[in-house]
């Protein structure tokens, strides 16, 4: 796995519309800029960009958890990837669906519900708005959110954009209830 650059985003929430939100809510967006070893050719087989989505996961799982803290207790999360303009959209499927998921639970300690995802093709700079929702039902509405991030210099077009993203505590001051 070649890294050019690590980006962890944490966004604490501690009031909204003028309420205070105890405890606070946390998301963390932990982002890798890593080279796509398959941009600028055709390859029908993905199994090194799927050995490369578990190293990668593992990584961004391991900062994602520490930038979150010691007490905070894994409730939701989500993941994307943003490849550079010389892959193509299944490079960032390869990464994320089949071999991702596994080192992130095994990170936050389980995780029932799929990991719900986004990815696009796209030029350095460009947006990533990734959907949360609860690790273990993914009908629970109080995390269903989203976390954006973007880094100004990735992805270049060899590169890909790997995010994950973990919450604890859901949306601030949540009360949107599934009817029934």
């Given at each position: ?18 309420r205070p939100v105890a405890p606070p809510t946390r ?88 990991i719900p995802s986004t990815k696009k093709v796209a ?33 270049r077009p060899d590169e890909m954009v790997v995010c ?17």
């Amino acid at each position: 796995m070649e890294i050019r650059k690590i980006v962890v985003q944490v966004e604490e929430t501690h009031g909204v519309a003028g309420r205070p939100v105890a405890p606070p809510t946390r998301k963390v967006v932990a982002a890798a800029a890593v080279r796509n070893p398959l941009a600028g050719r055709a390859a029908e087989d993905l199994a090194e960009l799927e050995a490369l989505g578990a190293d990668v996961a593992a990584l961004l799982a391991e900062r994602a958890v520490a930038a979150l803290g010691p007490d905070a207790a894994v409730t939701a999360y989500g993941k994307g990837a943003i490849v550079g303009l010389d892959g193509e959209l299944e490079h960032a499927a390869a990464i994320l669906h089949p071999r991702f998921g596994a080192p992130v639970r095994a990170a936050i300690g389980g995780g029932a519900a799929i990991i719900p995802s986004t990815k696009k093709v796209a030029a350095a700079g460009a947006p990533l708005t990734m959907p949360i929702t609860n690790k273990d039902d993914i009908w629970s509405f109080d995390e269903m959110d989203a976390a954006e991030i973007a880094m100004p210099d990735a992805p270049r077009p060899d590169e890909m954009v790997v995010c994950l993203v973990l919450a604890a505590g859901g949306r601030p001051l949540a009360r949107t209830r599934r009817p029934g």
